[in-house]
Nanobody
Framework: QVQFVESGGGLVQPGGSLRLSCTASRRDFNAKPMAWYRQAPGKQREQVAI???????NYVDSVKDRFTISRDNAKKAVYLQMYSLKPEDTAVYYC?????????WGQGTQVSVSV
């Protein structure tokens, strides 16, 4: 089974930036719409950004104009560039298909926004 592998998280101050990366080795990766998700302590996992195989993107309102999702099909990678981070962005961030497959959830990467 293939998991997605996330990286790039860390501790930043409010207003800071981070770039998250997600890689996978599935042959169908390039044809699949991908998404970034996050789960804050005590909350349900939420989908925050999606990107189709053709590069069309969509975002949840709370991250619009601050986060940018992109993909590099040659590298089978998806990225999440995050700007103007807020304490409420603190969460574990995951990637998966837009229609997530339970077995493919990885360990995620922790993003903490604090002074």
């Amino acid at each position: 089974q293939v998991q997605f592998v996330e990286s790039g998280g860390g501790l930043v101050q409010p207003g800071g930036s981070l770039r998250l990366s997600c890689t996978a080795s599935r042959r169908d990766f390039n044809a699949k719409p991908m998404a970034w998700y996050r789960q804050a302590p005590g909350k349900q996992r939420e989908q925050v950004a999606i990107i189709t195989s053709g590069g069309i993107t969509n975002y949840v309102d709370s991250v619009k104009d601050r986060f940018t999702i992109s993909r590099d099909n040659a590298k089978k990678a998806v990225y999440l560039q995050m700007y103007s981070l807020k304490p409420e962005d603190t969460a574990v961030y995951y990637c998966n298909y837009r229609e997530p497959v339970f077995a493919f959830w990885g360990q995620g990467t922790q993003v903490s926004v604090s002074v």
